[in-house]
């Protein structure tokens, strides 16, 4: 059961990360009716709020920095680790290294490496059992366990759910350690008392496995309970309704819209065929912009069986914008969007065999203002007022363009 849980607790963590990802398709017997005018089901796109504010990155900022101070914890009391390893003594013992510091400690095990007094260790003061305890944590790797579980902790700090999940995981471990110690020894008096007369150490390193980790009482009666392989198997086995429960209880249900779908595929193929069947240069600049944006929303299935978009690329008409000439001049369709309709003449249209076409915009010339003699803007013969104008003199050209000429009322 230790190592079902040891498992369990571990890899439960990993999979919650990639549950999500998953996803169950299910054909649902009615598909939802629509009526009207075709759903569109692609991305769209919402318009931009302007805060004065940022509270999000704010609050980002806030998560990453205490993220990173958990971090650097981390690497403190693992270098901290290091250091002890490299400035004392170690002896290879087993399958692991005995690192003998001159510290007050009892045996405490990170990775291969315990960690002893070397005063005791020399003069044999250290049990058999206490050996035997530390070298389970180095065979079975649990320090891999801690640090995959520290680093989770770090990157999640936010989730409460991780210290009790880190306690739970570092018990166990002592339970699998106990668990050895019994078997091997045979001896389980004394090794609770052995327990007992040990428990006022504190482990200085909380990266590392150590011998009296939550001393408790479930602990030592661990040591003593004994579960018929009956109960244990049905406790293993309970985790598949639990898991199987908060699955549907927490996947987000989304019901295909097949009949939607259809009706885009439909009026899909409608448009792609009257374009086909004309010329480009006559398909509307809204059909085209309507065909790319329902193709986009087919799938690579759909695409397969609809009718092949009419144009080498999504984009190809939208490129084959025509060449503008503004009074003789050529110009930006920008420049030509600003001319307003009322100060256009006359417009030419010149279509070219390829597709491509020309379009001449001539200008109304705009008549040259004076005020009093002096040459004025039209902006500022706006500013003059009726009352202080005593005459206006108007004088055309043959060419449509003209002068106007302003006396101001003398005071």
Same mark, same amino acid.
């Given at each position: 059961?230790?190592?079902?849980?040891?498992?369990?607790?571990?890899?439960?963590?990993?999979?919650?990360?990639?549950?999500?990802?998953?996803?169950?398709?299910?054909?649902?017997?009615?598909?939802?009716?629509?009526?009207?005018?075709?759903?569109?089901?692609?991305?769209?796109?919402?318009?931009?709020? *302007?805060?004065?504010?940022?509270?999000?990155?704010?609050?980002?900022?806030?998560?990453?920095?205490?993220?990173?101070? #958990?971090?650097?914890?981390?690497?403190?009391?693992?270098?901290?680790?290091?250091?002890?390893?490299?400035?004392?003594?170690?002896?290879?013992?087993?399958?692991?290294?005995?690192?003998? /510091?001159?510290? %007050?400690?009892?045996?405490?095990?990170?990775?291969?490496?315990?960690?002893?007094?070397?005063?005791?260790?020399?003069?044999?003061?250290?049990?058999?059992?206490?050996?035997?305890?530390?070298?389970? *944590?180095?065979?079975?790797?649990?320090?891999?366990?801690?640090?995959?579980?520290?680093?989770?902790?770090?990157?999640?700090?936010?989730?409460?759910?991780?210290?009790?999940?880190?306690?739970?995981?570092?018990?166990?471990?002592?339970?699998?350690?106990?668990?050895?110690?019994?078997?091997? *020894?045979?001896?389980?008096?004394? @090794?609770? *008392?052995?327990?007992?007369?040990?428990?006022?150490?504190?482990?200085?390193? @909380?990266?590392? &496995?150590?011998?009296?980790?939550?001393?408790?009482?479930?602990?030592?009666?661990?040591?003593?309970?004994? &579960?018929?392989?009956?109960?244990?198997?049905?406790?293993?086995?309970?985790?598949?309704?639990?898991?199987?429960?908060?699955?549907?209880?927490?996947? %987000?249900?989304?019901?295909?819209?097949?009949?939607?779908?259809?009706?885009?595929?439909?009026?899909?193929?409608?448009?792609?065929?009257?374009?086909? &069947?004309?010329?480009?240069?006559?398909?509307?600049?809204?059909?085209?912009?309507?065909?790319?944006?329902?193709?986009?929303?087919?799938?690579?299935?759909?695409?397969?069986?609809?009718?092949?978009?009419?144009?080498?690329?999504?984009?190809?008409?939208?490129?084959?914008?025509?060449?503008? @000439?503004?009074?003789? %001049?050529?110009?930006?369709?920008? %420049?030509?969007?600003?001319?307003?309709?009322?100060?256009?003449?006359? /417009?030419?249209?010149?279509?070219?065999?390829?597709?491509?076409?020309?379009?001449?915009?001539?200008?109304?010339?705009?008549?040259? #203002?004076?005020?009093?003699?002096?040459?004025?803007?039209?902006?500022?013969?706006?500013?003059?007022?009726?009352?202080?104008?005593?005459?206006?003199?108007?004088?055309?050209?043959?060419?449509?363009?003209? &002068?106007?000429?302003?006396?101001?009322?003398?005071?």
């Amino acid at each position: 059961m230790h190592i079902f849980n040891r498992f369990y607790l571990l890899t439960g963590v990993i999979i919650s990360f990639l549950v999500p990802l998953a996803t169950i398709t299910v054909q649902a017997n009615n598909a939802l009716e629509t009526s009207g005018e075709p759903i569109f089901i692609g991305n769209t796109s919402l318009a931009a709020v *302007h805060e004065g504010f940022n509270y999000s990155q704010l609050l980002i900022c806030v998560y990453l920095i205490i993220s990173i101070l #958990f971090l650097i914890r981390f690497v403190k009391n693992f270098a901290k680790i290091i250091q002890k390893i490299r400035t004392n003594e170690t002896i290879k013992y087993q399958k692991a290294i005995l690192v003998l /510091v001159q510290d %007050e400690i009892l045996p405490h095990t990170f990775w291969n490496f315990i960690f002893i007094n070397k005063k005791d260790y020399k003069e044999g003061k250290i049990e058999e059992e206490l050996f035997t305890h530390e070298l389970t *944590h180095v065979t079975q790797k649990h320090t891999l366990d801690i640090l995959i579980i520290e680093l989770f902790q770090i990157m999640f700090w936010i989730n409460p759910l991780f210290i009790f999940l880190k306690k739970a995981i570092q018990l166990n471990h002592e339970f699998l350690a106990d668990e050895k110690v019994i078997n091997q *020894h045979k001896n389980t008096n004394k @090794y609770q *008392h052995l327990l007992l007369n040990k428990a006022a150490w504190n482990n200085e390193y @909380y990266l590392a &496995s150590n011998l009296n980790y939550s001393l408790t009482k479930k602990r030592l009666k661990m040591m003593t309970k004994q &579960s018929s392989q009956t109960k244990i198997l049905l406790k293993q086995l309970s985790v598949i309704p639990l898991l199987v429960g908060f699955l549907f209880l927490f996947a %987000e249900r989304v019901q295909a819209q097949e009949k939607a779908k259809d009706k885009i595929v439909i009026e899909y193929n409608s448009l792609a065929k009257k374009a086909k &069947s004309k010329d480009n240069a006559d398909t509307k600049k809204e059909d085209i912009e309507k065909l790319e944006k329902l193709y986009a929303q087919l799938s690579e299935s759909q695409k397969k069986t609809a009718v092949p978009f009419p144009y080498t690329s999504i984009t190809e008409k939208n490129k084959e914008e025509p060449i503008f @000439y503004l009074n003789g %001049e050529v110009a930006s369709k920008k %420049e030509v969007d600003k001319v307003n309709a009322g100060n256009i003449e006359s /417009v030419n249209v010149i279509k070219k065999e390829n597709g491509s076409s020309t379009i001449s915009i001539k200008k109304k010339k705009e008549p040259i #203002f004076y005020l009093d003699g002096k040459r004025i803007s039209k902006k500022e013969m706006k500013k003059v007022k009726p009352d202080n104008i005593e005459s206006v003199n108007v004088e055309k050209d043959k060419d449509g363009g003209g &002068s106007i000429y302003i006396t101001s009322k003398k005071e």
